[in-house]
């Protein structure tokens, strides 16, 4: 399982190097079988010492390895904090940031030739999803479209855009039958992402075909998300 937290635009240096801290003294002292990530903002990257489950890693790049592009941060700059996990296609980077297909593709190949591990993340809004099954699942596959499926360090993230940040999880209906249709092409590890909690974790990685969860929100307090990684370590395997 994997189990990550997305910090967003959350946390500052100072806060970042405590929660990373906090989770790594944590993990040390379990026996814990997930993998663990976590994504703060670019300002609080650094090298951190964690044990081998857990990586810190990019909310986003752009993908050159440096150039001219102000405001963004290529590979070097990456390289230089040992990132090896990126995420790719956030809804928020495609719905609030503008982000179409073509880039994301980009950035996509781009990770892949690192041999970068990839969080790609797919979802549909809510009027695709009140038009069913069928609907939610040609809008995902178009999201999905020119993605090399075969990569090895591809993760793919379900997030449906109207269960992010809004307290609204999806079913468990519908997650496991979302995640079922996706298993039909796609073999890597398959993460729910949208208001998981506390409170719903254990629920949600019991759905058959989901292989871990992206967090947002409830991660940002530490101990939260440490209650989260405890949880997901008493599941059955
Ligand atoms: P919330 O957990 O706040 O709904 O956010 C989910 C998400 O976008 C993780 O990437």
Known sequence: ??????FKTNHTRK???EFVEFINNFLKDTNDKHQI????????LDVFDTVTAMKVGAQNFYPVDKGSFTGEVGYEQLEEFGVDSVLVGH??????LGERQEILLKKFHFAKEKNLEIIYCIGEPQEVREAGIEAVMNYLWEQLEGIDL???RLVVAYEPVWAIGTG???SLEDIQETHA????????????????KVENIYEVLSVKNCDGVLVGTASWEKESFCKMIELAQTLKA
């Open 91 to 96: 809804s928020e980077r495609r719905h609030i």
């Open 37 to 44: 990530r976590v994504y703060p903002s670019f300002t609080a």
């Open 15 to 17: 806060a970042t190097r």
């Open 1 to 6: 399982m994997i189990i990550a937290s997305n």
């Open 181 to 196: 249709r996706l298993r039909e092409r796609v073999e890597a590890p398959i993460l729910y992402g949208g208001s998981v």
């Open 150 to 152: 075969a990569y090895e």
């Open 168 to 170: 609204l999880t999806a």
